[in-house]
């Protein structure tokens, strides 16, 4: 759970990086709460020695998988209208197409 927390940061920082360049740090502390929030709530790592928070171990997985859901399915409006540079082989000259 620890884990599924800093992938979907990293996932929603890369995303956000990638499609807004250096403005994406403005954005780089909403997309942080994922993994802060499973660190913060299963007292482990950077934030473990903080314990704000002492929860149930069942409430801590469950809140730290929703975040973790939710740092995923932030992803998609950050990256449904990108424009992603692709390949044209046959013409020999890059493309461009919008995902």
């Known amino acids: 759970m620890l884990l599924l927390g800093h992938v979907s940061s990293g996932m929603l920082i890369g995303a956000c990086f990638y499609r807004y360049g250096v ?39 469950l809140v730290s998988v929703l975040l973790a859901a939710a740092g995923f399915a932030a992803t998609v409006p950050v990256l449904r209208r990108t424009v992603i540079r692709t390949a044209n082989p046959a013409a020999n000259q890059p493309g461009w197409a919008i995902g």
């Open 23 to 61: 403005r994406g740090l403005y954005l780089l502390l909403p997309a942080l709460i994922p993994a802060a929030g499973t660190e913060l709530l299963l007292s482990a790592g950077w934030l473990g020695a903080v314990r704000l928070l002492t929860v149930p171990l069942p409430v801590a997985a």
